[in-house]
């Protein structure tokens, strides 16, 4: 086997040689054919009987048998036929000759015969085969990323053209008196029953084109075969068998035209097939234009009570929460935080670390939790998780341990849902819950005048059409040269939608310009540009207009746990505290209900609208002389990322606007 790797070797080496100095062509596969030469290594494995001269006679009778294995080479050649299908499967049919003999021996004595005689007897068989063979393969090209290589399968028919035998049986025969006698015996013939061979091929080659349709192709493949060299007529443990390891080489000519049409240029084109915004009933219309307004504008931000979790980490991840001792300056300013509902609860444990410096009687319990996949049953992580948040609190916070007191628990006693991985990623957290709801409040955020946009989002509907895989898009946003916003992915886009912030537009008339880029596999690219009127609404035009001014009061209340539309008692508290003064007998309360996207759509559709109802129902219980619209949206419109963790926990909300004409 050595002998024959060193064979080998060398011959695959030339021949990628060869390959590195021929001229590199971009052809398809042609019908081509021509012949065939390679050397055999024969793998023979023997446990049979032959009959034997010697053992005709009944006296000196002597069983003999081959066992083992023995090894042999032999050549191959013949002629080669490759017809292709396509540029990925060709079929190759090939009829030719390989010899394939081997020789064995064995030893028979000594052996004890009546009275005194002994008898060594050995054997020796020299085998003779050659077959004519039908070859019926099918290649497999350009199935790994290596040009040229192709992988081979397929079956070996044998049709044996020799098959024979010469034997020399040796008997040593020794008396009582010690006196030996020697007797040989040689003997040739055909080898009995020679069935049909049938193997199973398996192997690889590499087609190189040496010239204009002239192919040199080496190979190597191994055969496994089905059947044995003889049937013995019969009889038990006559089995004769040989594989064989194949490496040669084939030289074939093209026919036909097998120039490839040039491969066609990438192409990419992108459009947008509607730029829209929502109603209030949740049905899309196409958007004219953005309205800009000047408003006295208030906003209460909410605080969720959880941080969570990557899987197996005791510590908050950069993406749940933006901690201040990890920062360089260290410091945490609530006044300086980014009016921003998800950025606002990326800081929740500094927020509460800064709260709980201010007032010094509130208490915390802290319980770290879960999930119930990956995680079951180490409640010893979930409570090193909180463990871990009240360390932060006290070193950074110089908050008196004893104000804080920690569990760990096996799951939430309100968990998200355990079937789909969101819900099972919001259950690694850690819960905050507090008799002094001071620590929890949400954050409002007051402003004389502000510049709100309607529609407060816009979604981008693209439309691209590629040759080759999308990879990547990028839609950026600006507004006078400068930039708004940029939103950017993999893959080909999807709806992209854009809620516009408060003061995220200038207090003008200029539109806002758009530019779509997406780029493919090949690397084309191409983008479309465009722009939306906007319609800025200054104070001192209602004025001139004659229309009243507003005050705009916009409040987010996560008030629902998962897949529930009752309200907290908590959040009853922010209702009466926040939004009810916030309500005179002229104003409009819009309340907007919303759902994560866990779940069927029509079904959180319907959830959306309850949790919107509860909410309406229990303000006009109050205010009773106000207007009340009530809209359940859904997940239609998701009004924060659902692919964070904290997004999914903002939209189990309700939205309210509380819309009241400045009297004269």
Known sequence: MKKLVLFVLPILIGFNLINLNAQSKEKDIPLNLGGYLGLNYNMHNGDFQYPTIFN?????????????AESSLGINGGFIINVPFDNMFVFSGRLGLHGAGADFATNGGPTFLPPADTAVYSDEFESSLMYGEIDLFMQFHNLIPVDNLYLLAGLELGIPITASYNRLETRILTDEFGVSTLNDVTSSGDIIDTPLRLALALGAGYMMEIDDNVFLTPEVSFRLPFSNVSDFNGGTNNDWNFAQLRAGVSLTFGFGDDEVEPEPESTINVGLKDIRAYNKDGMAYSVDNIRVEEVKYTELFPIVPYVFYNEGSKYPSASTQTLAAERETGKFVIEDMEADAIEINKNTLDIIGTRMQKNTNADLKITGTVDSKAEKGKTSLAKERAEQAKNYLVVNYGISPDRITVEGLAAPTKPSSTRVEDGVAENRRVEFTTKDNTLLNPMLVEKEKSSIASPDLVEFVPEVTSSDSVTKWQLELSQSGKMIKTFNGGGSPNEIQWAIKPNQLSASDLPVEYNLSVENVKGKSNNITGSIPVEFISTSQRTQEVKPDKTISKFSLVVFDFDSPEISAHDKEIIDNNILPAIAYNSTVQIYGYSDRIGE?????????????????????????????????GESIQPFDNDLTIGRQLSRTVQIYVITPKEK
Request: glycine share 6%.
């Open 56 to 68: 005709s006679d009944p006296l000196t009778s002597v069983p003999v048998g081959f066992y083992g």
């Open 601 to 633: 759509e029509n079904y959180n559709k319907k959830l959306a609208l309850q949790r919107a109802r509860n909410v309406e129902k229990y303000i006009s219980s109050k205010a009773k002389d106000a207007k009340f619209e009530v809209y359940g949206i």
